[in-house]
């Protein structure tokens, strides 16, 4: 099986795993609702976005101080190396620290201390991209965006998650201007429980380069033509969509349908601890259920790799 080689959607806080939930509850003096491991294990039945996003949200309370986000990092890029992952864009959502307390710089120099430890230690590439909830106030963003530009580590991009429908990406028009004048790459979640309408803003509006999942796309034609047309790459999470429901089962994903589209599709893992999988188990499961191809494979591998932001030597290296 070829590697996956570059992941491109991974929420670092989504890769919290419940003994490290319960590690990190006792250090920090921290009170879980929890009885024990099964009892928190019991939850991860979720019925869709929002569902996930409460237990996400609660227990990223763990998480308070520098050495606890490098430690979760390390953790992510041990495993990721260990399923092939040789480059990782990773996702972070400062507000959801900040609202609690915790400093956005304390939580990107931890960040960027796991990372840079995954590049000496394994050679593993990385770039961070900070996320705008975007179920939470204009101004709340704007500020996530000045505190991480002023936190003193490099930033590769910034992206739009969280609560998807009713928040549609125009209405972060200026902070992606803002981000984009700053030099940050863009990437927005669209269309995985909203309408095809918010890749067109997500593409037109805020001027991203990646849509996240956009599996939604499916259903406007013109669309489906323009993202094939350009190139645009779409970061698809099969056992994420199966989990929060936004397909039936893993058999009636549209993963190959988008392939044969001919779109520019990568697969990722999303928030591995919640959703059953890092992205090599992504890979498995859909093969085995999908039925890909050796060459289907190659093609998803090669496509994280150009769809990535790594630079051309580095890409070179990974193809
Ligand atoms: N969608 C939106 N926001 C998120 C997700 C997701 O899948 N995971 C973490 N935050
Ligand atoms: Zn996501």
Same mark, same amino acid.
């Given at each position: ?32 609702? +929890?009885?024990?491991?099964?009892? $928190? ?7 869709? %976005?929002?569902?996930?996003? /409460? %237990? +996400? ?32 864009? #990773? ?8 609202? @609690? ?31 705008? $909830? ?14 991480? !530009? ?9 992206? $739009? ?7 549609? =990406? ?9 981000? &984009? ?16 309408? +918010?890749?067109?803003? &997500? ?14 796309? *499916?259903?406007?034609?013109? !669309? ?31 993963? @190959?349908?988008?392939?044969? @589209?001919?779109?520019? #599709?990568? !697969?990722?893992? /999303?928030? =591995?601890?919640?959703?059953?999988? +890092? ?10 259920? %999908?039925? *890909?191809?050796? &060459? ?10 150009? &769809? ?12």
């Amino acid at each position: 099986m070829p590697s996956p080689l570059a992941e491109l959607h991974l929420h670092l806080e989504g890769t919290l795993e419940p003994e490290l939930i319960f590690e990190l509850a006792r250090r920090n003096g921290v009170t879980l609702p +929890y009885r024990d491991l099964d009892d $928190l294990r019991a939850r991860y039945r979720f019925r869709d %976005l929002q569902s996930f996003l /409460d %237990l +996400y949200y609660a227990n990223m309370a763990t998480l308070r101080t520098a050495a606890d986000f490098e430690r979760l990092t390390w953790a992510y890029a041990e495993r990721a190396h260990a399923g092939g992952v040789r480059h990782a864009e #990773v996702f972070v959502d400062p507000q959801a620290h900040t609202a @609690r307390g915790v400093p956005t710089e304390t939580v990107l120099r931890g960040v960027a201390a796991g990372l840079g430890r995954a590049e000496s230690e394994l050679g593993l590439t990385s770039g961070i991209i900070v996320c705008v $909830l975007r179920d939470r106030p204009v101004a709340e963003a704007r500020r996530m965006l000045e505190e991480s !530009l002023a936190a003193g580590v490099p930033l590769l991009g910034i992206g $739009l998650d969280s609560a998807e429908v009713g928040y549609p =990406p125009s209405l972060f028009a200026d902070v992606f201007t803002a981000a &984009a004048e700053a030099g940050l790459r863009r990437v927005a979640h669209a269309g995985e429980e909203g309408p095809p309408e +918010y890749l067109w803003q &997500a593409l037109d509006v805020l001027g991203v380069e990646r849509v996240d999942h956009g599996v939604r796309c *499916l259903e406007d034609d013109v !669309l489906v033509r323009r993202l094939a047309a350009e190139q645009v790459p779409l970061t698809v999470c099969p056992l994420s969509n199966v989990r929060l429901r936004v397909v039936d089962d893993l058999a009636a994903h549209p993963l @190959r349908r988008m392939l044969d @589209r001919g779109l520019l #599709v990568t !697969l990722n893992s /999303d928030d =591995p601890a919640y959703f059953g999988g +890092y992205v090599d188990d992504n890979l498995r499961q859909c093969r085995d259920t %999908l039925g *890909l191809t050796g &060459a289907e494979l190659a093609t998803l591998a090669a496509n994280s790799v150009r &769809a990535s932001f790594a630079g051309a030597g580095r890409k070179a290296e990974l193809l």
